[in-house]
Each structure stands twice: as C-alpha cells, then as structure tokens.
T-cell receptor, first 114, second 113 residues
Framework: ETGVTQSPTHLIKTRGQQVTLRCSSQSGHNTVSWYQQALGQGPQFIFQ???????GRGNFPPRFSGLQFPNYSSELNVNALELDDSALYLC?????????????FGPGTRLTVL | GESVGLHLPTLSVQEGDNSIINCAYS??????FIWYKQESGKGPQFIID?????DKRQGQRVTVLLNKTVKHLSLQIAATQPGDSAVYFC????????????FGKGTRLSVIA
C-alpha cells in the first residue's frame, strides 16, 4: 500500500508568482484535503476534493484553487503569491468507505515566498 | 483555529518520566478526536484516536482521556523516550463523513536525556 506523497518537497517563489503543488492520495482513497500550516501553528483547512469536485472550503481567498483528477490525485494552485503564503502545505487523503473520518497526511511541501 | 504565533506551549520531561499533554476542543458536535505527532519538517503522524462514546483509550505507551463535560482531551505518554520529542496536536471532527479536521494548539514536547 502506497502512502500519501507530495511534490515538490520545497520551493521558493517571489511575491506575485503562481505555484502548483501536487498530492497523490493513498491507494483506495477518493478524498483529498489540503491544509496550510504556518510556522508555529496547527494546520488550517483550505479545501477538500471528493470525486473530482470541491467538497468544502475553509476561510481562504479564491486565489487558492484546486483540482482532483480521475486517479484521485490532486493539485493546489495559489495565484498572486503573498509573503504570508509562506507555510508548509499538507494534503491528507481519506475515504468515506472506511466508515469513519480517518485522514492520512503526506510529508508536506514547504513553500517560501520572498 | 486560534493563532498561537511562533511560541508553542512547551513541555520538558526527563527521559523515562510520563508526559501529559492537554488540549481543549471547541465544537460540541465533534464526536471523533485524534492525536497527531509532528516531527520537524514532516507531516502529522497519527498516534491514537477516540470516539465520544468513550472516555479512555489505550495504545502502546499512549493513553487518551476525553472529558466531554469540559471539552478537554489529554494524551499521556508513558516512559517518555527521546524519540517522542515533537510537536503534538489534537484534532476534532465528526466521526462520520468527509468533514475537515480542526486542529487545536500544538504542544512542543522536549525530552531531556
């Protein structure tokens, strides 16, 4: 069984640029949730994708967008990057077929905005 | 969740002692609670979970206690080891469904050898 993977592990961007982060869900999981974790804080929910549709969104502006593909992998896109977007971006996969809401996290992508 | 800035609460314990990490949750509708361990530069790692129909659950060297009256969780680690040094988060969510996790304030555990 393959766990949740994310790419890239680190990247550095400048203000105003755009970035795409990728996540492959655990085998058999059809739901991907994205979280932003600023330094010294707990993860904050960005949005969730279930069967290729957005299935809930946290308090993040529209310049945070996403996609989910037929193989359930997912992308997080951030436009017009701001300094405060510097954070660890985590994805977590889950499946309602498990019967309960256990989420499995990937290692994260560390984004630095200069 | 509430911002705690750059200064996480810190708990320092001697190797071999027991550790107790506390967490307050906010949503009375949450009926599933999870403790995660996060090491530097890594994603959160599942430690133990508990449903709201229980008040105690034990794992290997870890115990979670749930007090629904005061909306409080605790994580007890027995015989704390240097490898237990990490940041610990509690998270709450409804047990069923695809709802997001709401994370509490983390606690940094430092084990003194």
């Amino acid at each position: 069984e393959t766990g949740v993977t994310q790419s890239p592990t680190h990247l550095i961007k400048t203000r105003g640029q755009q970035v795409t982060l990728r996540c492959s869900s655990q085998s058999g999981h059809n739901t991907v949730s994205w979280y932003q974790q600023a330094l010294g804080q707990g993860p904050q929910f960005i949005f969730q994708y279930y069967r290729e549709e957005e299935n809930g969104r946290g308090n993040f502006p529209p310049r945070f967008s996403g996609l989910q593909f037929p193989n359930y992998s997912s992308e997080l896109n951030v436009n017009a990057l701001e300094l405060d977007d510097s954070a660890l971006y985590l994805c977590a996969s889950s499946t309602p077929l498990l019967g309960y809401n256990e989420q499995f996290f990937g290692p994260g992508t560390r984004l630095t905005v200069l | 969740g509430e911002s705690v800035g750059l200064h996480l609460p810190t708990l320092s314990v001697q190797e071999g002692d027991n550790s107790i990490i506390n967490c307050a949750y906010s949503n009375s509708a949450s009926d599933y609670f999870i403790w995660y361990k996060q090491e530097s530069g890594k994603g959160p790692q599942f430690i133990i979970d508990i449903r709201s129909n229980m008040d105690k659950r034990q794992g290997q060297r870890v115990t979670v206690l749930l007090n629904k009256t005061v909306k409080h969780l605790s994580l007890q680690i027995a015989a704390t080891q240097p490898g237990d040094s990490a940041v610990y988060f509690c998270a709450e969510t409804p047990f069923r469904g695809n709802t997001p996790l709401v994370f509490g304030k983390g606690t940094r555990l430092s084990v003194i050898a």
